[in-house]
């Protein structure tokens, strides 16, 4: 009995894995947050396992579903639209629920956005803090005050229509002049990173609407 959880490019098609394709061809069911995004994948590639829909809104529902085919013996996938699941996208209850079950769970290693963001950034990366995406409203600017002291790289995801408030924001918490980099469009055609202040990035990005997924890595409190 095992749950397969395998990453999905976040961009260029050659980054999926000989080892993803195969196990998503062995398959007898595959998880799928967007079923129409992930059927040109699986197109791509020549995979005709079935899909189900498995996203945010309906995951408590089908969580219980799932677990009892895997524990009937079928062998069950999941991916997301993008990237590595259950970061920042539907994968968490399922995973918990396969474990509270003696189900084993097996990700592959695969592609994730903020990996080459980090790297890229030239921040120090030997120590880091994920956040994901900041609260929209509620707490909000209370998280970005506690994160203010935080001393590792912190690494945000955010949509380009918020993209420059962040910034802003941030700026005014950490102060101007801490360093940032944002990076958007990761592995497709017009990646791209820019680095400076936050004061700088701020500035850039009111004057310049960006599109694509975005991450924010932002330096850590120096000592």
């Known amino acids: 009995m095992k749950l397969f959880v395998v990453p999905t490019p976040i961009g260029n098609l050659e980054d999926m894995t000989f080892r993803a394709i195969r196990v998503l061809k062995e398959a007898d069911l595959i998880l799928a947050e967007d079923t129409r995004t992930s059927g040109f994948l699986l197109k ?11 996203h945010k809104f309906n995951e408590h529902k ?27 996208d539907p994968g968490f209850l399922v995973v918990r629920q396969c474990i509270e079950n003696g189900i084993e769970v097996e990700c592959l290693p695969g592609a994730t956005a903020f990996v080459p963001a980090l790297v ?17 409203k ?10 203010s002291t935080e001393k590792r790289t912190m ?9 420059a408030k962040t910034l802003t924001q941030l700026a005014e918490f ?10 958007r469009e ?5 990646e791209e990173t820019k680095r400076g202040t936050l004061q700088d990035l701020s500035l850039y990005y009111t ?11 932002v330096a850590g409190l120096e000592e």
């Open 44 to 54: 791509h590639f020549e995979i005709k396992t079935p899909m189900q829909s498995h």
């Open 62 to 88: 089908t969580v219980e579903n799932v677990v009892q085919r895997i524990m009937n013996g079928q062998k069950v996938a999941l991916i997301s639209d993008a990237g590595t699941p259950a970061i920042s």
């Open 120 to 136: 890229t950034s030239g921040l120090p990366n030997d120590r880091f803090t994920f956040e994901g995406f900041l609260p929209p």
């Open 138 to 147: 509620k707490g909000r600017q209370t998280k970005i005050r506690e994160l």
């Open 155 to 163: 690494i945000f995801y955010e949509s380009p229509f918020r993209l």
């Open 174 to 183: 950490f102060g101007n002049e801490r360093k940032a980099s944002v990076s």
């Open 186 to 190: 990761i592995s497709k055609l017009f």
């Open 207 to 217: 004057e310049h609407n960006p599109k694509g997924e975005i991450v924010v890595i």
